[in-house]
Each structure stands twice: as structure tokens, then as C-alpha cells.
């Protein structure tokens, strides 16, 4: 069973940047579609970034701030977050799915992902 496992949250001012790694137990990332979202306590969860094979989604609202990739064994997903805002503040999760549809389909047909992980705390504040 795949397991993903998210770190590299924490406190940073406005302007700031983290790195959040999602790593997996065991597996390679490669064939999955990896996505990173996050939720703020009341409102719904929003997909933020997603990459499989190549292919990369950013929300309107990280574009040009937030970078995803992989390690090159593929072990490990990362998201580049720079210029961080107080709006970024959220609980952050990683997820992943085998059934291979491009990142676009998994936003404009939510389809759903197969695992995900506990998530990791972003606070962006002065």
C-alpha cells in the first residue's frame, strides 16, 4: 500500500519561501499522478499544483510563485512555494493515483485520488 508522508511546513513571514516534500514508502512516484492541495478549516479544499509524467497544473492563484517536481528516483514530490502570501495559509496535502489520467482531468473532472497523506501545516504571517 502506498504511503505518502508530507513535511516541510512550518511559520514564515509574507515574501517568504518552503519547500514541502511529499515522500513515499516503498513505491516510485513516476507512474502516479501527484497532486498537492490544501484546506483552511470552513471552506473547501483546493487543488493547487498536480504533475504526472511531465505535465504540470498550477492553480491561477500559485501560478509563477508555487513549482512542482520530482526527485530523480521519483521517491519524492516537491512544492516550491516562494513569495508566499497570508492567503497560502492552509493544511497541505500530497496525493496520489495510479489510474493515469492527465493533471488536466483531474481538475476539470475531479476525479478523485487514490491515496493521500496526513498533510502539513503552511502559516504564512508577520
Known amino acids: 500500500q502506498l504511503q505518502l508522508v508530507e513535511s516541510g511546513g512550518g511559520l514564515v513571514q509574507p515574501g517568504g519561501s518552503l519547500r514541502l516534500s511529499c515522500a513515499a514508502s516503498?513505491?516510485?512516484?513516476?507512474?502516479?499522478?501527484i497532486g498537492w492541495f490544501r484546506q483552511v478549516p470552513g471552506k473547501a479544499r483546493e487543488q493547487v499544483s498536480c504533475i504526472k509524467r511531465g505535465q504540470t497544473y498550477y492553480a491561477d492563484s500559485v501560478k509563477r510563485r508555487f513549482t512542482i517536481s520530482g526527485d530523480n528516483a521519483w521517491t519524492a514530490v516537491y512544492l516550491q512555494m516562494n513569495s508566499l502570501k497570508p492567503a497560502d495559509t492552509a493544511v497541505y496535502y500530497c496525493a496520489a493515483d495510479p489510474k493515469g489520467y492527465p493533471c488536466s482531468d483531474y481538475v476539470s473532472r475531479t476525479i478523485p485520488y487514490d491515496y493521500w497523506g496526513r498533510g502539513t501545516q503552511v502559516t504564512v504571517s508577520s
Open positions: 516503498g513505491f516510485t512516484l513516476n507512474y502516479y499522478a
